[in-house]
């Protein structure tokens, strides 16, 4: 008793050529867009600046730091183009927030301490 051989694509069947491409089929070549268009943005290979992450991170830590690494990070960017700018703007932002906000927390809490701990002129 004999079968009928298999058929289909993937048993020695060429695809059309309006098919979409297989698993290990390189695709056709795309030139480059026309002369005065806009092609796709450069890409730097992902090189992401390392403080400028940490400046975002310690802007929730310890907010001190992430000012001083975000300025450091800025600094680098500038310099080397890598990518991370609005991560250490942010970190900078942020980490001013924070501060400010400790800071005017502890004036209030010295404040409120000098406040209560105050002769009113009730003692006898």
């Known amino acids: 008793m004999s079968y009928p051989p298999p058929s289909g694509p993937g048993w020695g069947e ?3 050529k309006g098919d979409q491409p297989h698993w290990g089929e390189q695709l056709p070549y795309t030139p480059p867009p ?3 268009q806009y092609g796709p943005p450069p890409s730097n290979s992902g090189n992401m600046n390392v403080m400028a992450i940490l400046a975002l991170v310690f802007a929730f830590v310890f907010a001190p730091v ?3 690494l975000g300025h450091m990070a800025r600094r680098q960017i ?3 183009h890598e ?3 609005q991560l250490a703007r942010w970190g900078l932002i942020l980490s001013y927030v924070f501060t ?3 800071l005017l927390f502890c004036c209030g809490w ?4 000098v406040w209560a701990g105050s002769n009113s002129g009730t003692t006898t």
């Not at 010295?110 to 301490?113: F, Q, R």
Request: hydrophobic fraction near 25%; proline fraction near 9%.
């Open 34 to 36: 026309p002369y005065g």
């Open 78 to 80: 500038r310099q080397t």
């Open 100 to 102: 400010g906000l400790y």
């Open 66 to 68: 992430g000012i001083l």
């Open 83 to 85: 990518d991370g700018e």
């Open 110 to 113: 010295i404040g409120l301490v």
């Open 14 to 16: 060429q695809p059309h």
